[in-house]
């Protein structure tokens, strides 16, 4: 055989090798290559025999080129091998039949939710939302919402103080003279906030969450105090709940009245909750007490008003009947996630 022809299709047999080791897209198939070009019958062997069938002179470079096809068909294998092998082991991985990954969906916390609930019910009703600072003035907290220095009335608040006179709002009253100071009647808000005292047990956290509402207008009477605060529990939790008004005190309203909604446990046949009496405390109203109009400079001739402060801890405790306030602010997600 010529040295020429020989090396031709040595060529030729080279690249028909790598092309089908490349093209490979199995193991199995690229097995099949591996014997066509490179096992013992295989292509490369061929021209090991027809060696013998070239001059003398030619065998060395012959050979040489020989073992160069040789050499670079074993790593091109040799690599497509590894790959074709990492490519099934990773398929096996995968566990078709395995439940995907669930995406933890979060949610509104009890206590936000339940204040904006309220709010909204109000804002229906012709209530704005309005809101005032967290830190308050001895003035806003108690003054001139009718709190005498050193009246006994203050013992309520269980106060805690920051120093420099002030202290954590107790209520959100505060912002009832806030607002009237700023603002010319008529007066429609509602005030949702954070609150402070100085108490800790099952059902009173030292922070909590009040909704304040004032109306200030012309012609305001308690019938009009009655038929809002009805509206509201209705709406809130059901429309059959009742409301009653009992006398209550708070220096700020005159007269002034503490609210009690038929029982939402039991329905007024009397439980755990309600203590037996089927009536459950749920709110403090009353008519704005008229000193408060010279805090603020309206004229108590022109205007009257009415005045509540809703318990959104309460609220929510009752309408999701919880019995510990420390749920809404211990964190845990077990809890939380049952309210989606
Ligand atoms: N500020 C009172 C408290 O925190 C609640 C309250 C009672 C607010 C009567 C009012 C009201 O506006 O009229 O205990």
């Known amino acids: 055989m010529e040295k020429n022809e020989f090396l031709a299709e040595l060529g030729n047999l080279e690249e028909e090798a790598l092309r089908a080791i490349s093209s490979s897209g199995t193991l199995d198939e690229l097995e099949n290559a591996r014997i066509k070009f490179l096992g013992s019958k295989g292509g490369l062997n061929e021209f090991s025999k027809k060696m013998g069938t070239l001059k003398k002179e030619d065998r060395p470079e012959t050979g040489r080129v020989l073992n160069e096809a040789r050499g670079k068909i074993t790593s091109s294998f040799s690599e497509r091998a590894s790959l074709l092998k990492e490519e099934a082991e990773e398929k096996e991985q995968i566990d078709v039949t395995l439940p995907g ?61 920051v120093g420099d006179g002030l202290l954590l709002r107790t209520h959100t009253s505060c912002v009832q003279i806030r607002t009237m100071e700023k603002k010319k009647p008529p007066v429609w808000i509602v005030v949702p906030g954070k609150t402070y005292r100085r108490d800790d047990d099952l059902t009173h956290s030292p922070m909590f969450n009040q909704i304040e509402g004032l109306a200030v207008d012309k012609n305001i009477t308690m019938a009009d105090l009655k038929g809002v605060l009805k509206s509201f529990v209705e709406e809130f939790f059901s429309p059959r709940t009742r409301i009653r008004l009992r006398p209550s005190f708070f220096p700020f309203t005159e007269p002034s009245a503490e609210v009690d909604i038929g029982c939402v446990i039991c329905g007024g046949k009397g439980c755990r909750i309600c203590k037996g009496t089927g009536w459950l405390e749920v709110l403090g109203c009353g008519m704005v007490n008229p000193v408060l109009y010279d805090f603020v400079g ?43």
């Open 298 to 340: 309206y004229d108590p001739e022109e205007v009257s008003g009415f005045a509540f402060g809703i318990g959104v801890d309460r609220m929510a405790m009752l309408k999701y009947n919880l019995d510990n306030i420390s749920r809404f602010y211990s964190g845990d997600a077990r809890f939380l996630r049952q309210f989606p």
């Open 101 to 161: 990954r669930r995406r933890k969906m979060g949610s509104r916390h009890l206590i936000p939710k339940t204040s904006a609930e309220i709010c909204s019910i109000f804002e229906r009703m012709g209530f704005t939302i309005t809101e005032g600072p967290e830190v308050e003035t001895d003035y806003y907290n108690f003054e001139a919402l009718n709190f005498p220095p050193d009246h006994p009335s203050r013992d309520m608040q269980q106060s805690l103080f």
